[in-house]
């Protein structure tokens, strides 16, 4: 019980002096998931803790979680020099989206997500204005 009493005051004193210091945070409640992207790969952290701490015209987050790395890169090799293809990440769900906004099929709703790289908005556009 002394240790969590410690941890405690401790944490009470850092946000004490945090914000004398003019940075204001706060816990984002909520938050089911954080991407983080890289040209070739993505981090995504599923049920993370994020806080947000503002001061002096910035903001910080800071996410504490679990990440899972996945590989962006389509499989087979590329030539030196040439641009490598990206896998668009995209759900079941946002098929089914697609599909019924613009009213094709699921087949139609993915070829559209594929050559919107998994951009909803642009799918659904694309499919509805041709």
């Known amino acids: 019980m ?13 946000e004490r002096q945090m914000r004398r210091m003019g940075v204001d945070f706060q816990q984002l409640d909520a938050v089911t998931e954080v991407l983080i ?8 952290l599923t049920e993370p803790q994020v806080v947000t701490m503002q001061g002096q015209g910035e903001n ?3 996410i504490i979680g679990q ?3 996945r590989s962006l890169t389509v499989s ?8 490598t293809a990206v896998a668009a990440t995209f759900s079941e769900e946002d098929v089914q989206l697609v599909a019924n906004q613009a009213n094709v099929s699921e087949e139609e709703a ?3 997500l594929r050559a ?5 908005a642009r799918a659904i556009i694309a499919l509805t204005e041709g």
């Open 2 to 14: 002394v240790k969590v009493k410690k941890v405690k005051s401790k944490k009470r004193a850092m």
């Open 37 to 44: 992207r890289f040209p070739d790969r993505e981090l995504v």
């Open 60 to 62: 910080i987050y800071q």
């Open 67 to 69: 990440a899972e790395e």
């Open 76 to 83: 087979g090799e590329a030539e030196e020099g040439a641009p």
């Open 110 to 112: 993915r070829e559209a």
């Open 116 to 120: 919107a790289d998994g951009n909803l």
